[in-house]
């Protein structure tokens, strides 16, 4: 059989062959500054089109992949037209991460934490409980960390509106802080004032999930990455709101007086807490008029991630109590 030869022009010239006299490379600070990849993701990456995938990836209805972008996650999903739709990989109730693995299908996407539904198109399409959302005169609260603190707040402005109150690990207004709180708050300060909101998340972490005198342990490790995420999560939100003016914030502090909170109230806290929490609830458990205390043993601040069987008993227990 006869064969032909031809000769094909090199995809690739050597850097010889391209060479200008007098041009010069980028300096080594463009590739390492993290200042100037922080431009660029703002001025290039954040407002010019960045390929993410192929169609073809995402062939049938319910196909799905994540994208990072600038720091942000993107979900990108075909809907059952065959339209293409891309939005945040955001639940809108706490921001938490909705979908975590690369790639699948699926009809609808379905938060983790409170069952938030949301279409192919981005749309919320259910929210558990919706129907009580509206209308409600009187509640019970139920307030886990700083959450207490406003569930005491709002029990005490509104007293015929809170029929009881479940604070765990709470926060207390005007309570004096220790040395040593004020410390992390100092070093969370340090942290995110250098950009650091990864080393923020890991002390948070290493606070709050494992406490002062317990150190990292397997059987905690999925509450340390729960709790890691929604902590990142917070900080991209919370770090640019309170760079603006005004910051966020009530304008009229309430002056709370525990002594007059009507509501009846479980007081849950751990003994591996920090000690500010522990002391807080034994500041409740002798002030507040109508209280019960319990305390869980060898569980530090997140209660409901670290003991939710038992903390989910004890809620349900107060709240049918007559």
Known sequence: ??????????????????????????SQRYFVSPEIFAQ????IFSEQ????????????????????????????????QGAIHGFYNVCRHRGTRVVDDEQGCRPTFTCKFHSWVYGADGALRHVPGAEGFTGIDRAALVGVSYGGRVALDTAFVAPDRVT??????????????????????????????AGDIDGATDLNVRLWVDGPNRGPDPVREEVRERVREMQRRAFEIQVPAYEAQPP????????????EVRAPALVVVGD??????????????????????VVLEDTAHTIPLERPDE????????????
């Open 1 to 26: 059989m006869p064969s032909t030869q031809t000769n094909v022009a090199p995809v690739f010239r050597k850097s010889i062959a391209t060479f200008t006299a007098g041009a010069k490379s980028l």
């Open 40 to 43: 660029e993701q703002e001025k």
């Open 49 to 80: 089109w960045v390929l993410v995938g192929h169609q073809s990836q995402i062939a049938k209805a319910g196909d799905y992949l994540t994208a990072d972008v600038a720091g942000e996650s993107l979900i990108i999903v075909r809907d059952k």
């Open 164 to 193: 009881r109150l479940v604070l765990a690990s709470a926060g207390l207004r005007e309570f004096e802080s220790s040395p040593e709180l004020r410390e992390f708050g100092d070093e969370e300060e340090r942290l995110l004032d």
């Open 248 to 259: 966020p914030g009530p304008e009229d502090p309430v002056s709370l007086r525990l002594s």
């Open 272 to 293: 591996a807490d920090v000690p500010d929490f522990v002391r807080i609830a034994e500041t409740l458990e002798t002030e507040l008029p109508k209280v019960r205390k």
């Open 311 to 322: 903390f989910r008993e004890l809620v349900l227990g107060f709240l049918r109590e007559r």
